[in-house]
């Protein structure tokens, strides 16, 4: 047996190393280690609770508004504050542009310049991804880059600026839009559709958003254009499909409340991919375990942890902790949204595949951002002028709230509790820390090292192409695993 | 750059302990993308950690070939805090794949790079990443707050002759940080373009306020009193923009924005020990006085012009501050049939 490390781990949002076990170069056991602790939840005590918004969004800067977001939402869920439905939409739409930004950014900016990579130079594509893919310089990045600018636009109109807004609050948001607004909002919106239409479809995006079956998919690998499709072929030929399966239990806190009626636009619960079955989401299965973690303290749920470092923890390996639901390590993320809500084909394909996978976890998010962008125009038009934009949340000087929301990469909590108007405990689980979670005091694995396990390095050792796919399927944002 | 042969000019991105919010902003600049404004100005980024192709040893390699001078390197890029913790080890930030820190790293590069720019507040003097309790032991490179000092010490300067170049801000407009290095690749960039705390004058010369789109509540103190108020946020929502060195309201953000300009506090990002504040969002107040008042102006100056522009306030000004939208247009000429003179 042979043991890798593999790190510096780029294309992903902060520091990731992982430690191999390897035998006839296959993995058999994998560790992953979050090398950076900043300390969020250590400063986020004894603060007045508005400085969370300042602080908790600061966590992250490629999702600065998912933790803005989830923090406004524990401080709604403490104060029992209702958003202005203006406010609710505004939200959304900031959130929404944050999260297309971060798929698209994956897919153009860290995930597909692996297969631009030397190890591929055999294959009949690889002149012509090469050419469109191969990092910084390829033709995707050049045309893509503008269009992320764009879109961020909307940050603009709605937030100030991005990453880092201070607009978000438990009430709404703090800048109203009046028509002028509203019309540059859907011109921003008109702009991005067109170009996404063109280049990573070459299709409606309805067309997208209603496929129904791995069939479908097929289809548009077999005749389609545009980036989507040529990901859909790569994914075949390499056999993306069997590559990085998933733990079996995907979950999702549900996304875009106050957007769609009473519910959010995606719903939330678990879902299980081995029996096809779903499941109602119950907070209080959560819990976090620190056994492998730099971290004193042992298993127990959010709200009662405590953080503090230590470093010479023995069996520690990561900064981050061990999420675990009812016991199991679960997977979030796109493809954990689209199956818990019910996507048609995003079922369809996981359950033909087996697991999720590098391929439908990437599917799951060209999925998504074809569903979420024709949402984000129809929340325009219900904008009101005129109407609040933020009400104004009184707040009890003692008490505690949970905010549960969807970051791009899955669910993202903040458990929050205060006395005499001050934060006495603040807990923060992140969606990396369940993907990329370590193991828990049962010497389970986190999804990530589960995924791992069995992976060829095809004679590459620690640079294996497959390993970098499975990573980077995931999209993991380190900064968020152990803040 | 027609006519000019460009002399290309290759920057080494690290990330200390960084939200990566600075990447973020920096991809959102030029309108052709980063990549291409960048290529136009001779600027190679050898290596960054978000964006290229190279991982795992192949880094490796480029990066000892700096430290040990057989890759020239004319500027290393940090964004995030320099965590030192614990006792100066900078073991709670280790480089994946290196078993050292990025403290080692960082103070093994810059001492080969022709310039050193600290990207963003974290990597210019701490930031929020150094709020009490900083459980890191987080450094700027070149500051530790306002006291010279950091991961890299007062005396550093480049083999260029500049101390560490601050591109502050949390996170700094794209422009700044673009800007300032086009600034240093065309060799235009001097010492005494360069703050005391080694921000670059072009945008650390203007105050956050100047431009800002409240200015006449401002002038007239009709204060905004709830989130989403059109009035001005010095009285009593924070706003230290008044206190603040940037030119955030003479450029836009995201196309449009701005802090001010969505609804809320500028909380002095530019400045080191920005983090050090409690309550950012309520004013901090001394028998109703706001304790921050404007850079150079005497506070019974000030007192006596907000008295004198309260008193004087037009209507329009006073209702429209208290409202999300504005209630009382401007008046119309009465030539166009309505009361009041235009304006
Ligand atoms: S809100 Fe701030 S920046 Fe705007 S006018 Fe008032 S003090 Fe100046
Ligand atoms: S307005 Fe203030 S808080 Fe906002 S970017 Fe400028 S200096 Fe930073």
């Given at each position: 047996?042979?043991?890798?490390?593999?790190?510096?781990?780029?294309?992903?949002?902060?520091?990731?190393?992982?430690?191999?076990?390897?035998?006839?170069?296959?993995?058999?056991?994998?560790?992953?280690?979050?090398?950076?602790?900043?300390?969020?939840?250590?400063?986020?005590?004894?603060?007045?609770?508005?400085?969370?918004?300042?602080?908790?969004?600061?966590?992250?800067?490629?999702?600065?508004?998912?933790?803005?977001?989830?923090?406004?939402?524990?401080?709604?869920?403490?104060?029992?504050?209702?958003?202005?439905?203006?406010?609710?939409?505004?939200?959304?739409?900031?959130?929404?542009?944050?999260?297309?930004?971060?798929?698209?950014?994956?897919?153009?900016?860290?995930?597909?310049?692996?297969?631009?990579?030397?190890?591929?130079?055999?294959?009949?594509?690889?002149?012509?991804?090469?050419?469109?893919?191969?990092?910084?310089?390829?033709?995707?990045?050049?045309?893509?880059?503008?269009?992320?600018?764009?879109?961020?636009?909307?940050?603009?109109?709605?937030?100030?600026?991005?990453?880092?807004?201070?607009?978000?609050?438990?009430?709404?948001?703090?800048?109203?839009?009046?028509?002028?607004?509203?019309?540059?909002?859907?011109?921003?919106?008109?702009?991005?559709?067109?170009?996404?239409?063109?280049?990573?479809?070459?299709?409606?995006?309805?067309?997208?958003?209603?496929?129904?079956?791995?069939?479908?998919?097929?289809?548009?690998?077999?005749?389609?254009?545009?980036?989507?499709?040529?990901?859909?072929?790569?994914?075949?030929?390499?056999?993306?499909?069997?590559?990085?399966?998933?733990?079996?239990?995907?979950?999702?806190?549900?996304?875009?409340?106050?957007?769609?009626?009473?519910?959010?636009?995606?719903?939330?619960?678990?879902?299980?991919?081995?029996?096809?079955?779903?499941?109602?989401?119950?907070?209080?299965?959560?819990?976090?375990?620190?056994?492998?973690?730099?971290?004193?303290?042992?298993?127990?749920?959010?709200?009662?942890?405590?953080?503090?470092?230590?470093?010479?923890?023995?069996?520690?390996?990561?900064?981050?902790?061990?999420?675990?639901?009812?016991?199991?390590?679960?997977?979030?993320?796109?493809?954990?949204?689209?199956?818990?809500?019910?996507?048609?084909?995003?079922?369809?394909?996981?359950?033909?595949?087996?697991?999720?996978?590098?391929?439908?976890?990437?599917?799951?998010?060209?999925?998504?951002?074809?569903?979420?962008?024709?949402?984000?125009?129809?929340?325009?038009?219900?904008?009101?002028?005129?109407?609040?934009?933020?009400?104004?949340?009184?707040?009890?000087?003692?008490?505690?709230?949970?905010?549960?929301?969807?970051?791009?990469?899955?669910?993202?909590?903040?458990?929050?509790?205060?006395?005499?108007?001050?934060?006495?405990?603040?807990?923060?689980?992140?969606?990396?820390?369940?993907?990329?979670?370590?193991?828990?005091?049962?010497?389970?694995?986190?999804?990530?090292?589960?995924?791992?396990?069995?992976?060829?390095?095809?004679?590459?050792?620690?640079?294996?192409?497959?390993?970098?796919?499975?990573?980077r399927s995931f999209d993991p944002c380190m900064v968020c695993t152990a803040h | 750059m027609s006519g000019e042969t460009v002399k290309r000019f290759n920057v080494l991105w690290l990330q200390a302990g960084a939200c990566g919010g600075c990447t973020m902003a920096f991809l959102d600049h030029g309108r052709r993308g980063v990549f291409a404004e960048l290529d136009a100005f001779g600027i190679d980024l050898l290596w960054h950690p978000s964006l290229s192709e190279a991982t795992g040893d192949e880094v490796v390699a480029i990066l000892d070939g700096i430290a040990e001078g057989r890759i020239p390197l004319d500027a290393l890029v940090v964004e995030g805090t320099v965590l030192t913790a614990p006792n100066g080890t900078g073991r709670f930030q280790m480089l994946a794949g290196t078993g050292a820190s990025l403290l080692d790293w960082i103070r093994r590069l810059a001492a080969r790079a022709r310039h050193t720019v600290a990207v963003g507040s974290c990597a210019a003097f701490g930031g929020i990443p150094v709020a009490s309790p900083d459980p890191g032991e987080g450094v700027g490179l070149q500051f530790e707050g306002i006291e010279r000092g950091g991961a890299l010490g007062a005396g550093h300067r480049g083999a260029g002759g500049l101390p560490v170049v601050a591109v502050a801000g949390c996170a700094p407009h794209p422009g700044w940080i673009v800007e300032t290095l086009i600034a240093l690749a065309s060799g235009e960039l001097g010492a005494g373009d360069l703050d005391p705390l080694g921000r670059p004058k072009f945008f650390a010369d203007h105050l956050a306020h100047h431009g800002c789109s409240r200015n006449e509540f401002y002038e007239f103190k009709a204060s905004a009193e709830t989130a989403s108020d059109r009035g001005c946020l010095m009285e009593h929502l924070g706003c230290k923009a008044t206190q603040a060195v940037g030119d955030c309201n003479q450029r836009r953000w995201n196309g449009s924005g701005s802090c001010t300009d969505g609804g809320y506090a500028c909380i002095a990002c530019t400045s080191p020990e920005f983090e050090r504040a409690r309550g950012f969002l309520a004013t901090p107040k001394i028998a109703g006085i706001p304790v921050g008042l404007p850079l150079d102006m005497p506070k019974a100056w000030f007192m006596a012009l907000a008295a004198l522009s309260k008193s004087a306030t037009p209507k329009r000004v006073r209702l429209n501050a208290l409202k999300d939208h504005v209630v009382v247009p401007p008046g119309r000429a009465k030539r166009w049939g309505a009361e009041g003179g235009e304006g």
């Open positions: 047996m042979s043991r890798i490390v593999v790190g510096p781990f780029n294309r992903v949002e902060g520091d990731l190393e992982l430690k191999l076990d390897a035998e006839d170069d296959r993995v058999v056991a994998a560790r992953v280690t979050t090398p950076l602790y900043r300390g969020f939840e250590q400063i986020l005590i004894g603060r007045p609770i508005a400085d969370a918004l300042v602080i908790a969004p600061r966590i992250c800067g490629i999702c600065s508004v998912s933790q803005s977001l989830a923090a406004a939402s524990a401080s709604a869920a403490f104060s029992g504050t209702t958003p202005a439905p203006n406010g609710a939409l505004t939200t959304a739409l900031a959130h929404a542009a944050e999260n297309l930004a971060d798929h698209l950014s994956h897919f153009y900016l860290f995930f597909m310049p692996d297969f631009a990579r030397a190890d591929y130079a055999g294959r009949p594509w690889a002149g012509e991804i090469g050419a469109r893919f191969t990092a910084m310089k390829g033709t995707a990045a050049a045309e893509f880059l503008p269009v992320r600018t764009r879109l961020l636009e909307i940050m603009g109109l709605v937030a100030g600026k991005w990453p880092h807004s201070l607009a978000f609050r438990a009430g709404g948001t703090t800048r109203a839009l009046d028509l002028g607004g509203k019309a540059r909002a859907r011109a921003i919106l008109a702009d991005v559709r067109a170009a996404l239409e063109r280049t990573l479809f070459a299709a409606p995006l309805e067309a997208i958003a209603e496929i129904a079956s791995a069939e479908d998919l097929d289809r548009i690998a077999a005749r389609g254009d545009g980036d989507f499709a040529e990901f859909l072929r790569l994914a075949d030929d390499l056999d993306l499909h069997r590559l990085g399966p998933g733990p079996g239990m995907v979950m999702s806190y549900g996304a875009y409340p106050g957007t769609a009626g009473s519910g959010p636009l995606f719903a939330a619960g678990l879902f299980d991919t081995t029996t096809g079955t779903r499941a109602p989401l119950v907070p209080g299965h959560i819990v976090e375990d620190p056994a492998h973690s730099w971290l004193a303290g042992e298993a127990g749920p959010p709200a009662r942890a405590e953080t503090q470092p230590d470093i010479d923890r023995a069996d520690a390996y990561s900064w981050a902790r061990a999420p675990r639901y009812d016991g199991h390590a679960v997977e979030v993320g796109a493809v954990a949204r689209q199956l818990v809500d019910g996507h048609p084909a995003i079922r369809a394909l996981v359950a033909r595949d087996g697991a999720t996978s590098v391929a439908s976890r990437v599917v799951a998010r060209l999925v998504e951002i074809a569903r979420v962008l024709p949402a984000m125009e129809t929340w325009i038009g219900r904008i009101t002028p005129g109407d609040p934009f933020c009400t104004v949340a009184t707040e009890p000087s003692d008490g505690s709230g949970v905010g549960l929301i969807e970051a791009a990469r899955g669910g993202l909590g903040h458990w929050m509790t205060v006395r005499g108007g001050r934060i006495t405990r603040y807990q923060i689980v992140a969606p990396t820390t369940w993907n990329f979670s370590p193991r828990d005091g049962g010497g389970n694995p986190g999804p990530l090292e589960r995924a791992l396990e069995g992976t060829t390095l095809a004679g590459r050792g620690a640079r294996a192409a497959a390993i970098q796919h499975v990573v | -």
